[in-house]
């Protein structure tokens, strides 16, 4: 049984991260200078933030956790 990469966590939270932000960003432009109602509360907004930050936190995390073990010799997967 093999493990997953690493790597791929990181790559796929930085890219949810990035969905994420991309939705609330809509959000905030259509109710901003579009002068639309937004379809997103403040809570929602609140939330959708926070999400974005998390999975932007834990993606870093992932990524720096790999470039370590690629510096110490340590194969993806395996305990250091």
Do not use: C, H
């Not at 093999?2 to 109710?31: D, E, H, Q």
């Amino acid at each position: 049984m093999t493990r997953p990469r690493v790597k791929s966590y990181g790559s796929v939270a930085l890219g949810l991260s990035l969905l994420i932000f991309g939705i609330y960003f809509l959000n905030v432009l259509i109710g901003g200078p579009l002068g639309r109602k937004p379809w997103m509360s403040d809570v929602g907004e609140m939330l959708t933030l926070f999400a974005a930050v998390v999975f932007f936190v834990a993606g870093t995390l992932f990524r720096e956790a790999q470039s370590g073990r690629r510096k110490s010799g340590v194969a993806p997967g395996e305990e250091g």
